[in-house]
């Protein structure tokens, strides 16, 4: 690969991982003003090809168009009914974990947590000890395919296809065993328990972005 369609590449990287972390920074805890602000001034497109896509941001927009000094509390509240709950139900909420959904009795702790914790010590990563929840919560993995594409760029900026290539077969196969094998039956739970347009868009463009994404490194590692 040439260098300048390298460095192309690694831009792409960039940006997904920029995607991944705001993803992550939306499901990780609730949206405070400062947040708030920026997303408001933010700009959205209106056609990506991922009818999701389309859907999450429109949703987005049309709550964020309409936002006002009540907005921080009632997405408090939202966040906290969708992901949080309520009750004792495994299914009273749109759990954020990987094992609720990939386990029988929908439980936090199983055999995915185990998994993922796995894979992100191979590469040298650990979730921050501050932060109390498991590592197959929706942002941790969110996080991890952050730090993989920012790894892939850089192996891109560096001239060093080789290594880049491997960073975007891990990025492939933890889409593939993880994050696209439970998602969508989440974001489902988010469209039934939410309330906001916000957080039912958010659910919508997360499965999007995900089954995009996929499809995105298909094309880069099939024709490598």
């Excluded at 936002?67 to 939202?78: I, K, M, P």
């Excluded at 650990?126 to 929840?133: N, P």
């Amino acid at each position: 690969m040439a260098d300048e369609a390298l460095l192309g590449l690694a831009t792409l990287c960039r940006q997904r991982a920029a995607t991944y972390g705001l993803l992550a920074r939306l499901f990780r805890v609730e949206v405070d003003q400062p947040l708030l602000n920026e997303l408001h001034s933010s700009r959205y497109p209106a056609s990506t090809g991922n009818s999701l896509v389309d859907e999450g941001y429109r949703d987005i927009a049309t709550y964020l168009s309409n936002a006002d000094e009540r907005s921080v509390t009632e997405l408090a509240v939202d966040y906290t009914r969708t992901f949080i709950g309520y009750g004792v139900d495994a299914y009273s909420a749109a759990f954020p974990f990987e094992s609720v959904y990939t386990s029988e009795k929908r439980l936090k702790m199983q055999d995915a947590r185990d998994e993922v914790l796995a894979i992100y010590h191979a590469y040298a990563l650990d979730k921050d000890e501050s932060w109390e929840e498991n590592e197959d919560h929706l942002a941790v993995e969110l996080e991890f395919m952050q730090v993989m594409c920012s790894r892939a760029a850089s192996a891109l900026e560096a001239g060093d296809e080789d290594r880049a290539v491997q960073h975007l077969e891990v990025q492939r196969g933890f889409l593939a065993d993880h994050l696209n094998a439970w998602v969508p039956m989440f974001t489902s739970d988010i469209a039934r328990i939410s309330k906001t347009s916000f957080y039912k868009g958010l659910g919508k463009l997360c499965e999007g972005y995900l089954q995009e994404d996929a499809v995105f490194l298909d094309g880069i590692l099939d024709e490598s």
